[in-house]
Structures are given as structure tokens and as C-alpha cells.
């Protein structure tokens, strides 16, 4: 079983940069599609980008597009969400997540369906 692990989170001002990493434990993530996910208080769980298994494709929801960029490194078992310009909107809890089906990074609408493993998730808080 996946044992997906987040790190990378923290205080950033607005403006400012982070990028998450998720990486696994005991098993590849070269079949699996990957995704982010973030939940802020009070609000339901979003999906707000995935990565395909083998890198071709990658999905963003609309309140991220030009400012988050993911990407995967299969050597190393981990993606990574590279996140600048954040917003205090931005501020919440960051879950990766893998699935086995591509065919689920066609969109974010209803990503979460599709993915089976979960990380424990990390904190971004975008504050000055």
C-alpha cells in the first residue's frame, strides 16, 4: 500500500513561494496518476491539479492557473506542486493523493473520485 508523505509547507507572505513535495514509502508511483488537494477552513476538500502517470498531462483548477505548477519526478518517487504569487486564499491544508486511472486528470472537477491513496497533508498559510 502507498504511503504518500507531504512536506514543503509553512508561512509565506503574500506574494511569495513554496513548493510541496510528496514522496512514498515502499512502493512506485511510476503507474500512478497523481494529484493535489487542498482544504481550507470551513470548505470542502478541492482538487486544484494532477499530473499523468507518465508526465504528459497536467490539469489546474481555474483560481491556480499561471501561478501553481506540478510536476513529478518518477526516479525519485515524488511530485512536487511548485506554488508563487500565493494569495491568503491560498492558506490551507495541502493533501497529495494517486490513482490508477489517467483517465481522472481530464479534469479537476471530480478528481478526488479517482484517487485511492492519501497523504496525511501539510500546512500553507499565506499571511503577513
Known amino acids: 500500500q502507498l504511503q504518500l508523505v507531504e512536506s514543503g509547507g509553512g508561512l509565506v507572505q503574500p506574494g511569495g513561494s513554496l513548493r510541496l513535495s510528496c514522496t512514498t514509502s515502499?512502493?512506485?508511483?511510476?503507474?500512478?496518476?497523481l494529484g493535489w488537494f487542498r482544504q481550507a477552513p470551513g470548505k470542502e476538500r478541492e482538487g486544484i491539479s494532477c499530473i499523468t502517470s507518465n508526465g504528459a498531462r497536467t490539469n489546474y483548477v481555474d483560481s491556480v492557473k499561471g501561478r501553481f505548477t506540478i510536476s513529478r519526478d518518477n526516479a525519485k518517487n515524488t511530485v512536487y506542486l511548485q506554488m508563487n504569487s500565493l494569495r491568503p486564499e491560498d492558506t490551507a491544508v495541502y493533501y497529495c493523493a494517486a490513482g490508477d486511472s489517467d483517465y481522472v486528470c481530464m479534469s479537476t472537477d471530480q478528481l478526488q473520485y479517482g484517487m485511492n491513496q492519501w497523504g496525511q497533508g501539510t500546512q500553507v498559510t499565506v499571511s503577513s
Open positions: 515502499g512502493y512506485s508511483l511510476d503507474y500512478h496518476v
